[in-house]
C-alpha cells in the first residue's frame, strides 16, 4: 500500500488552533505533591469532554469557554480557556480530609445495595451513544499497529439483565484512521477484538458478593468510598482476578471500576495449533462512569482494556500487549444509526476512507509522543521491500 508523505507528516504536526470560534488548549495535568503525570483526569464542560492519557496529556477543543478539570480523590479545577492557558502544566492538589471520618459497617451491604439500584442507576433499555476508540498493538514493547475509531453504537442494556439476557450492538463507523507495519518473513497476524468483544469486556463491572473478599481501602474523598475485590482461582491455568470499585456513597453508583487478572506465568499453560503457542498472562480493565443529567442515569464516560500474551513459535518467543481505549462523547444521540461493520468482525479489518480534516480536528484522541514516533518509522520505511505496511493513508 502507498503512503502519501504529506498527509501523513499533516497528521504528525496535528493542529495547533482551528478558526471561527473553537477554542483549543494543549495541556499535560500532573499531581501537585509527586509531580508525576495523571492518567484518566476527566476534561468537560456542558458540551464537550474528554480524558488525559498515561502521559497525562490531553487536547480539548469546544465552543464553550468553560472547563471543569477533575478526578477522584483530587480539587477539581473550574477554569476557562483564558485562565488555563496561562498555565504551561496543571497541577491537581489532593483533597484534605480526616480519614478516620469514613466508616463502613458491613461491605456486604452497601455492595448489596449498589447492585440493587443498578436498575435505577444504569441504561439497562436500548440506546445510543457517539464514541471513539483507540486500538494500539505492541510487539515486544514496540508499537506495530495502532487505530482510531469514530462512530455510533445501538445498545440494548448498558449490562445484562433478566430482561435482556444477552448483550446485542449495532455500529456504525463514522471515520477511522489505521496505521500498521509488519515484516514480511513474519506472518503472524494478531487479530484486533470485535466491538462485539470489546463492549462486553467495558461491561464487567458486578461480580458476586460470595465469590470475592471485599475490603474497605479509606481514600482522601468524603464522597466516594472505594472497596477493593480479589479472588484467586484454583485452577492453575486461571489468572488471579482481583481489583477495585469507587462508590458514589450519595446514590449508590459505581464511579469507577479497575478489574486485573494476573499470575504466576510459569503456571499457566499454552493453547497452541499449527506450530503456533499462546497464552494469556494478564489482563486489565478500567471503566469510568458518567451521568446523563437529563436522564438521571449512569453510562461508560471511558474505559480502557489492557491485554498482555505470550507466543511461542520454533524457538522464539514474543511478548504482545494490545491496549483499547473507548470514549464515549454523547449518550443522548437521536439519530438513527445505520449499520456498516459487523460487530462480531476484526476492528482493523475494517475498511473506510481517511478524513484528513476530521482527525485534524477532533479533541478525543491525540497522538502522543510514542505515536509520533512510530508514524515516523512507518514513514521511514515506506520503501523498504522487507516490511508490510498496513492503512487507509493515501
Do not use: C
Not at 256 to 265: A, L
Request: hydrophobic residues 35%; aromatic residues 14%.
Amino acid at each position: 500500500m502507498r503512503l502519501n508523505y504529506f498527509k501523513l507528516l499533516l497528521l504528525l504536526l496535528f493542529k495547533s488552533s482551528i478558526n471561527g470560534q473553537i477554542l483549543q488548549i494543549n495541556k499535560v495535568v500532573v499531581d501537585f505533591q509527586t509531580k508525576q503525570p495523571l492518567e484518566y483526569v476527566n476534561i468537560s464542560n456542558d458540551i464537550d469532554n474528554t480524558i488525559s492519557n498515561k502521559e497525562g496529556l490531553f487536547v480539548f477543543v469546544s465552543r464553550d469557554k468553560h472547563i471543569n478539570i477533575s478526578s477522584v480523590g483530587y480539587e477539581t479545577i473550574n477554569t476557562t480557556f483564558e485562565e488555563i492557558n496561562k498555565q504551561d502544566t496543571i497541577f491537581l492538589k489532593s483533597n484534605i480530609i480526616e480519614l478516620e471520618e469514613i466508616i463502613v459497617d458491613n461491605v456486604s451491604l452497601v455492595l448489596n445495595e449498589v447492585y440493587r439500584n443498578g436498575y435505577k442507576n444504569y441504561f439497562l433499555e436500548p440506546y445510543l451513544e457517539e464514541f471513539f476508540l483507540r486500538g494500539i498493538l505492541k510487539r515486544d514493547n514496540t508499537i506495530i499497529r495502532f487505530q482510531d475509531v469514530f462512530g455510533k453504537v445501538e445498545r440494548n442494556s448498558l449490562f445484562v439483565t433478566q430482561k435482556n439476557p444477552q448483550e446485542k450492538y449495532l455500529v456504525e463507523i463514522s471515520s477511522l484512521r489505521k496505521i500498521g507495519i509488519s515484516e514480511k518473513e513474519n506472518n503472524e497476524y494478531i487479530e484486533f477484538p470485535s466491538f462485539k468483544t470489546l463492549f462486553r469486556w467495558y461491561s464487567a463491572v458486578f461480580n458476586l458478593p460470595n465469590e470475592y473478599v471485599f475490603t474497605i481501602e479509606k481514600i482522601n474523598d468524603l464522597d466516594y468510598l472505594k472497596i477493593n475485590f480479589s479472588k484467586s482461582e484454583e485452577n492453575k491455568n486461571t489468572l488471579t482476578r482481583k481489583g477495585y470499585y469507587v462508590i458514589n456513597k450519595k446514590d449508590k453508583s459505581i464511579k469507577e471500576v479497575n478489574y486485573s487478572m494476573v499470575g504466576d506465568v510459569d503456571k499457566i499453560e499454552f493453547n497452541g495449533s499449527r506450530g503456533l503457542k499462546w497464552r494469556t498472562i494478564g489482563i486489565d480493565l478500567y471503566i469510568h462512569f458518567k451521568k446523563n443529567e437529563i436522564e438521571n442515569k449512569y453510562y461508560i464516560g471511558n474505559a480502557t482494556l489492557k491485554n498482555t500474551f505470550e507466543t511461542i513459535k520454533g524457538d522464539k518467543k514474543t511478548i504482545y500487549e494490545a491496549f483499547y481505549d473507548l470514549i464515549t462523547i454523547r449518550n443522548d444521540v437521536k439519530e438513527k444509526l445505520s449499520s456498516n461493520f459487523s460487530v462480531d468482525k476484526d476492528i482493523f479489518k475494517a475498511k473506510f476512507p481517511y478524513s484528513e480534516q476530521f482527525w485534524n480536528t477532533q479533541n478525543q484522541l491525540p497522538l502522543t509522543n510514542e505515536l509520533h514516533e512510530f508514524i515516523k518509522r512507518v514513514l521511514d520505511n515506506r520503501n523498504n521491500k522487507e516490511f508490510e505496511i498496513m492503512g487507509n493513508f493515501k
